[in-house]
Each structure stands twice: as structure tokens, then as C-alpha cells.
């Protein structure tokens, strides 16, 4: 089964950065490439995503900090995270949309914590 495959995460100090990337191999004709995280007991929400053209949309909490970047030759998204914050800690999850489905990878933990 095909599956984007994420790294890059880790345990970093409040206001530090860290780069997340996501490789989609195998996976044709993609549209949308993006990220979404998932904090313990909540729900997953959208951190990130853009279009094959370069279009971006951020969540409002990570606007400003966060930027997503992708390659299309080589179908690769990656998510650049600055200044992060303890509530930024969570699950990170690299999300390909193409041909009408949607390919989820395994998820990556970032973990904001003095």
C-alpha cells in the first residue's frame, strides 16, 4: 500500500524550529500536498496545505511561524516550523490528495518542551 512517508520531528525548546518533510512516492497525478496534527485528546486538525501551483493555507494559529513548501518533481512537501510553542505539540501528519483519494502517512511527533 502506498503511504507518504514523513521525518523530521523531534523534542525541541519553546521558540526554537524545526523542518518536517514528506516523501510521496509512487503517487501519481497529486493535487494537494499538506499537513495536519493531532494533539492528545483532541482532534486532527489542518496545520498546512498547498496546491500544485504553489497556492498555501495556514491555520491561523500557525500563520506567521510555520511555512510549507513542496517539490513537485520530486513529490515532496516539507513544513518549516519557527518559534514553535508548547501547544504545538503533537502528531504531524504529511497528507497527499490526488486523483480523487487521499494518502495519509504514518505521522511524525514534534514535542515542544523545555
Known amino acids: 500500500q502506498v503511504q507518504p512517508v514523513e521525518s523530521g520531528g523531534g523534542l525541541v525548546q519553546p521558540g526554537g524550529s524545526l523542518t518536517l518533510s514528506c516523501a510521496a512516492s509512487?503517487?501519481?497525478?497529486?493535487?494537494?500536498m499538506g499537513w495536519y496534527r493531532q494533539a492528545l485528546g483532541k482532534q486532527r486538525e489542518l496545520v498546512a496545505i498547498?496546491?500544485?501551483?504553489?497556492?498555501?493555507t495556514y491555520a491561523s494559529s500557525v500563520k506567521d511561524r510555520f511555512t510549507i513548501s513542496r517539490d513537485n518533481a520530486k513529490n515532496t512537501v516539507s513544513l518549516r516550523m519557527s518559534s514553535l510553542k508548547p501547544e504545538d505539540t503533537a502528531v504531524y501528519y504529511c497528507?497527499?490528495?490526488?486523483?480523487?483519494?487521499?494518502?495519509w502517512g504514518q505521522g511524525t511527533q514534534v514535542t515542544v518542551s523545555a
Open positions: 497528507n497527499v490528495r490526488a486523483r480523487l483519494r487521499q494518502y
Open positions: 509512487g503517487i501519481f497525478g497529486i493535487d494537494t
Open positions: 498547498i496546491s500544485s501551483g504553489g497556492s498555501s
